[in-house]
Nanobody
Framework: EVQLVESGGGLVQAGGSLRLSCATSGFTFGDYAIGWFRQAPGKEREGVSCINSSDGNTFYADFVKGRFTISSDNARSTVFLQMNNLQPEDTAVYYC?????????????????????????WGQGTQVTVSS
């Protein structure tokens, strides 16, 4: 059974930092793309970042470049999202997702067997709240 479990969310003041974790199980981690997404109240879910577990290539949305860093610990099948200089507009529920095989940018699709495919596996989300 595929599982993705996010943790590390919380309440932080503007300018602060949080480190999110996405612990995965049930699939061959090194063959998958792992993405981070977020959804703020009343808004659509948006892509934040993606990492290829196979080669470590990373992708970021423009609005987090220079502030967020995605990384993976393949031995622990875990992906991290280090978030620095958080701002109130970063407030959202953050989700990680996994799909075979490579990131296609930081958005909703990966490059899989049949070309561009959507993520099949999602975590339950972790709340990040940034106060001004």
């Amino acid at each position: 059974e595929v599982q993705l479990v996010e943790s590390g969310g919380g309440l932080v003041q503007a300018g602060g930092s949080l480190r999110l974790s996405c612990a995965t199980s049930g699939f061959t981690f090194g063959d998958y793309a792992i993405g981070w997404f977020r959804q703020a109240p009343g808004k659509e879910r948006e892509g934040v970042s993606c990492i290829n577990s196979s080669d470590g290539n990373t992708f970021y949305a423009d609005f987090v470049k220079g502030r967020f860093t995605i990384s993976s610990d393949n031995a622990r099948s875990t992906v991290f999202l280090q978030m620095n200089n958080l701002q109130p507009e970063d407030t959202a529920v953050y989700y990680c997702a996994a799909e075979w095989h490579y990131c296609s940018g930081y958005g909703r699709y990966v490059r899989g067997r049949g070309g561009l495919e959507e993520y099949d596996y999602w975590g339950q989300g972790t709340q990040v709240t940034v106060s001004s």
